[in-house]
């Protein structure tokens, strides 16, 4: 049975970091584009970053890109957000997906994704 488990989220300080897993079971996580968005209360999904299935090419949104990085260790089977200098505005859940056949991390569409880590950065 395939699965993505993410994990790493917790309560942080404004400025501090956390580094997210993204952990996949039943299928190899280098094979697939894999994203990370994230949920807000009230607010709209916020695609975060994306790397690219076989080179593994990053691609980070442009309002974080100074401070997160992705990146992928396919012998664990796992994709990491390195998030750094965190803000109030990166509270949110954040979640790791599969890009559907056909997307692309330029054109993100996810077809399945995890149960979501929670993120709070609060003085």
């Known amino acids: 049975q395939s699965q993505l488990v993410e994990s790493g989220g917790g309560v942080v300080q404004p400025g501090g970091s956390l580094r997210l897993s993204c952990a996949a079971s039943g299928f190899a996580i280098d094979l697939y584009h894999i994203g990370w968005f994230r949920q807000a209360p009230g607010k709209e999904r916020e695609e975060v970053s994306c790397?690219?299935?076989?080179?593994?090419?990053?691609y980070v949104q442009d309002f974080v890109k100074d401070r997160f990085t992705i990146s992928r260790d396919a012998a664990k089977n796992t994709v990491f957000l390195q998030m750094n200098s965190l803000k109030p505005e990166d509270t949110a859940v954040y979640y790791c997906?599969?890009?559907?056949?056909?997307?692309?991390?330029?054109?993100?569409?996810?077809?399945?994704w995890g149960q979501g880590t929670q993120v709070t950065v609060s003085s």
């Open positions: 997906g599969t890009l559907a056949v056909g997307a692309d991390c330029l054109n993100p569409e996810y077809d399945y």
């Open positions: 790397i690219g299935r076989i080179n593994g090419a990053p």
